[in-house]
Nanobody, 122 residues
Framework: VQLQASGGGLVQAGGSLRLSCAAS????????LGWFRQAPGKERELVAG????????YYADFVKGRFTISRDNAKNTMYLQMNSLKPEDTAVYYC????????????????WGKGTQVTVSS
């Protein structure tokens, strides 16, 4: 199983980025995928999650109204549209997968991709 995150970069505060997570190696119809982030000196935290089968989504309070998670079944790809970015959103963003119905947590995911750096300048 491979999860490949991409789309990070440097953006000014108030700007937007779209992250992609390409999934391969298995079908994910029984999985939920999520975006996590980790800033320097901080613990990894869940940003948003989506159930692959029905697209139901979860958002951490600190991104509600700014970020949108989605998936494209045909492309086996998950996205994170990030708008109104703030300097505190600066972190390495990771995508990960876990069996549907499982609690999403940094220690509980089954598969991880390598991260992509997001830097928001003030």
């Amino acid at each position: 199983v491979q999860l490949q995150a991409s789309g990070g970069g440097l953006v000014q505060a108030g700007g937007s980025l779209r992250l992609s997570c390409a999934a391969s190696g298995r079908t994910f119809s029984n999985y939920a995928l999520g975006w996590f982030r980790q800033a320097p000196g901080k613990e990894r935290e869940l940003v948003a999650g989506i159930t692959w089968s029905d697209g139901s989504a979860y958002y951490a309070d600190f991104v509600k109204g700014r970020f949108t998670i989605s998936r494209d079944n045909a492309k086996n790809t998950m996205y994170l549209q990030m708008n109104s970015l703030k300097p505190e959103d600066t972190a390495v963003y990771y995508c990960a997968a876990v069996m549907s119905g499982s609690y999403m947590s940094p220690s509980g995911m089954d598969y991880w991709g390598k991260g992509t750096q997001v830097t928001v300048s003030s």
